[in-house]
């Protein structure tokens, strides 16, 4: 592998290496909850529907709190911003494992961060890319923004196959399903404490020159980077449709998957994703970013619309890991290109407001897969989720694959 570990490793700061941590103990406590976290719902005695519906104000809550954060972040202080956001883990695992309250959970859901999807939610992705950028060179930012995103996608397979065999050994000894899945909830939250510590060992180094208050926190880049959150919105809506914790809860309903397998499937998936997200590097440094996103991600989805349309679970877990060895290309690319076309001290918030948008996106359609499932319409998330997926690789290759970032304008 020409861009080595060791050589990436001695690539980062101190506060590079902090970053690095705080992305695996986090991405760890997303996969380690998402497993369960529909189940464990169900246990408390929601329904598919409210289970849908909770996961849509989650995911609005996070958009309203992470869009604050992420545009105050460059102004008051990152480091600051990212303990915050660790102390919201905390409160939100917390009011989970002690209520099946509908209401309260909904209001834990809005204010607290907590992923149902095992990938990224709140406001860390933004503040820490934002920080890396500034303690790396813009010939390595995909690079390492890829080993980033291998490190998350290699944490959330731990947690889940973690989560999974913790949850199938307390039932194996005669615990209740909901007081399994209970304990580990109250570990996500555990989790935020350490994250605190881990936070407040950085250095300024991951500061940015404070600026005068602006509307979301950007100027020159407005226009493109509110054209970019539009894209990135269709693209989270349509993944919104399949989130981690939903997908669990189909291969359980349709072909009755135990919690272990459920954990060693998406250990898998994203371990592959992980994979495909390193791989992204070498091939945008011959093709380019934006085509390295699109070129990637269509026959993803592709095979995401075949995943139902499977006549028996092996074959489907198949197609799925398939569909995941390729699915997360785009992911490091279009943060590097991101990051690449604003100016310095709008990066925090120019990710913040693309992922909010994402999160905003996002946050409909669970609702809709719920009422889906309720109505015994299980395949068609899939295929609304790629078909929209493959709309959005059109538009936005179309809309700014003439737009270079630094390193592409070179010769």
């Known amino acids: 592998m020409a861009f080595s570990a060791l050589s990436f490793i001695q690539l980062l700061t101190t506060d590079g290496k902090f970053l690095f941590t705080t992305r695996l103990v986090r991405l760890f406590a997303y996969g380690f909850l998402s497993v369960i976290l529909a189940l464990y719902l ?14 849509t104000f989650t995911l609005l809550g996070d958009a309203g709190i992470s869009l604050w954060i992420t545009t105050s ?11 915050l956001g660790a102390a919201l883990m905390i409160f939100a695992g917390g009011i989970f494992a002690i209520t099946g309250n509908f209401i309260v959970l909904t209001i834990a859901a ?4 907590i992923s149902p999807s095992g990938n990224e939610i709140g406001p860390f992705l933004s503040i820490e890319q934002a920080a890396l950028t500034e303690i790396i060179p813009n010939d390595q930012r995909t690079r390492v923004f890829a080993w980033y995103n291998l490190v998350g996608s290699f944490a959330t397979a731990t947690g889940a196959l973690v989560s999974g065999a913790l949850a199938q050994a307390m039932q194996a000894m005669g615990y209740a399903p909901l007081t399994s ?19 407040s060992r950085l250095s300024n180094q991951v500061e940015t020159q404070r600026i005068a208050k602006t509307a979301l926190g950007l100027h020159r880049s407005r226009n493109v980077v509110l054209k970019l959150s539009a894209l990135f919105a269709l693209d989270a809506f349509a ?3 399949i989130v981690q914790s939903l997908i669990a809860f189909w291969f359980q309903a349709r072909w009755g998957v135990e919690p272990a397998v459920l954990g060693s499937i998406f250990f898998g998936a994203n371990i592959l994703a992980g994979i495909s997200a390193l791989s992204a590097a070498r091939i945008a440094k011959r093709i380019g970013l934006i085509n390295t996103m699109v070129f990637t991600h269509i026959p993803s989805n592709i095979l995401l619309m075949l995943v139902p349309l499977m006549p028996n679970l092996p074959l489907a877990i198949i197609v799925l890991l398939i569909r995941f060895s390729i699915s997360q290309m785009d992911v490091p690319t279009r943060q590097s290109y991101t990051m690449a076309v604003v100016d310095p001290d709008e990066r925090s918030a120019a990710s913040g407001v693309t992922t909010i948008a994402r999160s905003i996106g996002a946050a409909w359609s669970p609702s809709l897969t719920g009422a889906l499932f309720a109505a015994s319409f299980f395949s068609a998330p899939f295929f609304l989720a790629g078909g929209l997926k493959i709309i959005y690789d059109l538009i936005i290759w179309r809309s700014f694959n003439a737009v270079k970032p630094p390193e592409e304008q070179r010769g």
């Open 110 to 113: 809005i204010i607290g961060v």
């Open 42 to 55: 169900t246990q408390v005695g929601l329904t598919e529907s409210a289970i849908g519906l909770l996961f």
């Open 181 to 199: 899945y209970r304990v580990i909830v109250i570990g996500y939250a555990a989790i935020g404490l350490l994250l605190i510590i881990l936070f």
């Open 73 to 83: 972040a460059d102004r008051i202080g990152r480091k600051r911003m990212l303990i």
């Open 239 to 241: 993944g919104g449709f």
